[in-house]
């Protein structure tokens, strides 16, 4: 149950191998990895391992990892795939150096928490400061910021 499809992995992969063999055996974090743009992330480093032997270890945070595999196996199931269960905001570092952090945990919707926009805010800065107070004890060498389309408001 793919969501990317063959031609748009080629497509990245024609773009981007390179940068992906950078970070052969190396140790990725990310938020938001079971998310809309996280899928497809996994999916472009599962494929990456599958094809290019790059050996390189996912550490997905989610609040709920068994609820994700359970309806996404092609995604989970992988042993190279490691779930850091936890809130964005109050989440336990995991014992592990990793290199490359990426952070695409976003959500914006007010309503589906019925707060204000100011709380969100208040969210948003207090889950980035976590994921870089992370990158901090980790000794990341890069960290990549994500935003969604939805902070600009309807298109």
Request: with cysteine; proline share 3%; aromatic share 10%.
């Amino acid at each position: 149950m793919r969501q990317v499809s063959e031609g748009d992995l080629d497509l990245i992969f024609s773009h981007a191998l390179s940068s992906l063999q950078q970070m052969k055996g190396e140790n990725i974090f990310i938020t938001g990895g079971t998310g809309f743009f996280g899928k497809w992330l996994l999916e472009v480093f599962i494929h990456a391992n599958q094809n290019y032997n790059l050996g390189i270890e996912l550490h997905v945070l989610s609040r709920n990892p068994s609820g994700f595999v359970e309806s996404f196996p092609h995604l989970g199931n992988h042993p190279f795939i490691h779930f850091v269960q936890g809130d964005l905001e109050s989440f336990s570092f995991p014992a592990i150096n990793c290199s490359y952090i990426i952070h695409a945990a976003t959500d914006v919707s007010t309503s589906l928490h019925g707060e204000s926009l100011g709380d969100i805010s208040e969210s948003i800065l207090a889950g980035t400061k976590r994921v870089l107070e992370f990158a901090k004890v980790t000794q990341a060498t890069k960290v990549l910021l994500t935003s969604s389309g939805a902070v600009y408001g309807t298109q």
